[in-house]
C-alpha cells in the first residue's frame, strides 16, 4: 500500500538518471567512465568552491565588525582596550584565511580568487583601518602579506596532544593578498576614515581632520597614480575615494573658516548639518 | 616606505601585469587565426561533395594543429606557469574553439568522443594541472558541447547528401553524450546554459532519424551500405 508507493517515489525521483543510464548502457563505456571520473573532478572543485565562499562571508562578516569596533575608538576613553580587542578579532579572521591557504595547498590561487576576493578585501580594510589607528600611516601590502604566514604552531593550542613534533616543520601555510586585493581594500578604508574624520569632530576633536585629509589626499594621489593602469574595479573606487576626499576637504575648510567663531560644544552641530548637505547632493537617505 | 613609494610599486607590478595580458592576446589572435582556417576546412564536410573527401579534409586539419601546437608552446612562454588561472579567460574561448575541432576530426576519423588525454595531445598540451599549461575541464566539456551541435547539423546534411546511414549512428554518439553529461552536477555558469542546449540538438537528431524510418530509409541504409560508395 502506502510503503509501495513511497518506495517508488524514491525511486524515481532523485534516481531517475541513473535508471537511464543503466538502461541505456549496459556495461559502462569508455565514455561514460570518462564522464563518471568527469563527475567527481568537477563536484570536487564545486565543494571547494562553496567551501572558500563560506570563508570568506565568515571573513567578510568579521572584519566588518572588527570595524564597527574601531570606529568606537576615538569617542571611548579605554582605547587601548579596545585596540587590543580589535586584535584578537583579527587574530580570529587571521585563523580562517589560514583555513583559505590550506584549503589552497597545492591550487593554482587564481583559480578560486573570485570566491575569496571580497573577504581579503575586507580584512586589508580592516587590518588597515587599525594600522592607521595605531601608527598614522598606510600598512603595505608586504606588512599585509607577513600576517598571513602561518605555521602549525598557531594549532597547537587546540591539538597540542596529537601534533608530533617531526611534522611540525614542513607545516606553514601562506596566502597572498593580491596587489589589485589590497589597492580594493585600501580604496574601502579611505571610505571608514572618511567616517572617522567626521565623528571626530563630532567628538571635538579638531587636529584629526586635518591629519586625515593630508593622508586621505596621499592615498588619492597614491590612486591617480595608478589610474587606468589597473582593472576596472579600481577605476571605479576612485570615483568614490574623490568623495570621501572632498567631504574630508569641506570639514577641514568650515573648520578653518568657522572654527574660531564656534563655541567648541557646537561643533558637533554644525557638522552633522552639514555632513547631512552632502549626502543630500549625492541623493542619498 | 611612503604612500607614494608604495603606490609606485603597486603601479610597477601593474604595469607588468598589463605587459604581460598584451603579449598573450598577440599568441591567442594568432591562434584565433588558425582555429578559423581549419573550421573553414572542415565546414567542406557539410556540403554534398565533402562527404566523399572526409579523410582527406581531416588529414589537411591535422597538418594545420602543427601549427597550433607551435603557437601553444609560444603562449607557455609568455606568463609564469603557476599562474594559469590568473590569465585563463584571455585563451578560454579559443581553447573552447579548439578542443570542438579537434574533437570534430576525430569523430569524422573515427566516430568516437575524443578523450581529455587525446584533445591535450593534439593541441600540445598537459591534460593535468600539476603537469603544466592544462586543458581545464570545463573547457574540454564546452568543446564537446560545440560538436554536438555540428553533429546535428551534419545528420541534416548527411540526409541531403544521400547518406541515410550516419545520422543512425550520429544518433547513438549523441545520445550516449547526452546520458554522460547527465552524470555531470552542473553549477549555474556558462558551461551549464550550453548543456541546457544539447536537448535541441539531441531533438533534431532524433526527428532526422524519425524521418528516415517512417520511410523506410534507415533498413535501405544498413543494407545497402546508403550513399558511401
Not at chain 1, 576576493?117 to 598614522?136: C, D, H, N
Not at chain 1, 552639514?274 to 541623493?283: A, M, S
Not at chain 2, 608604495?6 to 610597477?12: N, P
Request: aromatic share 8%.
Amino acid at each position: 500500500g502506502s510503503g509501495g508507493f513511497r518506495k517508488r517515489k524514491h525511486d524515481n525521483f532523485p534516481h531517475g538518471q541513473r535508471r537511464e543510464e543503466k538502461e541505456n548502457v549496459n556495461p559502462p563505456s569508455a565514455l561514460m567512465t570518462s564522464f563518471k571520473s568527469f563527475q567527481l573532478e568537477l563536484d570536487t572543485r564545486h565543494d571547494k568552491y562553496e567551501r572558500l565562499v563560506k570563508l570568506s562571508r565568515d571573513i567578510t562578516i568579521e572584519s566588518k565588525r572588527t570595524i564597527f569596533l574601531l570606529h568606537r575608538f576615538t569617542s571611548a576613553p579605554n582605547g587601548e582596550e579596545i585596540l587590543s580587542e580589535s586584535e584578537v578579532k583579527l587574530d580570529a579572521v587571521r585563523r580562517k584565511i589560514k583555513q583559505v591557504a590550506q584549503e589552497l595547498v597545492g591550487e593554482d590561487m587564481y583559480q578560486f580568487h573570485r570566491a575569496i576576493s571580497p573577504g581579503l578585501q575586507e580584512y586589508v580594510e580592516a587590518v588597515s583601518f587599525q594600522y592607521f589607528i595605531k601608527t598614522r600611516s598606510l600598512i603595505s601590502v608586504e606588512e599585509v602579506n607577513k600576517q598571513l604566514i602561518f605555521t602549525a604552531e598557531d594549532r597547537e593550542e587546540t591539538t597540542n596532544m596529537t601534533s608530533n613534533s617531526h611534522d611540525k616543520e614542513p607545516h606553514t601555510w601562506s596566502l597572498k593578498v593580491t596587489p589589485v586585493d589590497y589597492l580594493l581594500g585600501v580604496a574601502d578604508l579611505t571610505g571608514e576614515l572618511m567616517r572617522l574624520c567626521i565623528s571626530s569632530v563630532g567628538n571635538g576633536d579638531i587636529d584629526t581632520p586635518f591629519e586625515l585629509s593630508q593622508f586621505l589626499r596621499q592615498i588619492y594621489d597614491g590612486f591617480t597614480f595608478i589610474g587606468n593602469t589597473g582593472p576596472y574595479e579600481v577605476s571605479k573606487k576612485l570615483y568614490t575615494l574623490k568623495q570621501s576626499l572632498a567631504k574630508v576637504e569641506n570639514a577641514c575648510y568650515t573648520l578653518k573658516v568657522r572654527g574660531s567663531e564656534i563655541p567648541k560644544h557646537m561643533l558637533a552641530d554644525v557638522f552633522s548639518t552639514k555632513t547631512e548637505l552632502i549626502d543630500q547632493e549625492e541623493g542619498l537617505p | 616606505m611612503s604612500v607614494s613609494e608604495m603606490f609606485a610599486a603597486l603601479q610597477g607590478a601593474l604595469g607588468q601585469d598589463q605587459d604581460i595580458r598584451e603579449e598573450i592576446r598577440k599568441v591567442v589572435q594568432a591562434l584565433e587565426q588558425t582555429a578559423r582556417e581549419i573550421l573553414t576546412l572542415l565546414q567542406g564536410v557539410h556540403q554534398g561533395p565533402g562527404f566523399q573527401h572526409i579523410p582527406k579534409k581531416c588529414q589537411k586539419a591535422r597538418e594545420h594543429f602543427c601549427t597550433v601546437r607551435t603557437q601553444m608552446e609560444s603562449l607557455k612562454t609568455k606568463f609564469p606557469a603557476d599562474q594559469y588561472y590568473r590569465f585563463h579567460e584571455h585563451w578560454r574561448f579559443v581553447l573552447q574553439r579548439l578542443v570542438f575541432l579537434a574533437a570534430f576530426v576525430v569523430y569524422l576519423e573515427s566516430e568516437t568522443l575524443v578523450t581529455r588525454e587525446a584533445v591535450a595531445e593534439i593541441l600540445g598540451i598537459e591534460a593535468d594541472r600539476e603537469r603544466g599549461f592544462h586543458l581545464d575541464i570545463e573547457d574540454y566539456l564546452s568543446g564537446v558541447l560545440t560538436l554536438a551541435s555540428e553533429l546535428a547539423r551534419l545528420a541534416v546534411n548527411s540526409v541531403t547528401a544521400g547518406d541515410y546511414s550516419r545520422p543512425l549512428r550520429i544518433s547513438a554518439f549523441i545520445n550516449e553524450l547526452d546520458s554522460g553529461f547527465r552524470l555531470l552536477n552542473l553549477k549555474n555558469d556558462s558551461l551549464r546554459k550550453r548543456y541546457d542546449g544539447l536537448k535541441y540538438d539531441v531533438k533534431k537528431i532524433e526527428e532526422v532519424v524519425y524521418d528516415l524510418s517512417i520511410r523506410g530509409l534507415n533498413k535501405e541504409a544498413t543494407v545497402g551500405g546508403g550513399g558511401e560508395k
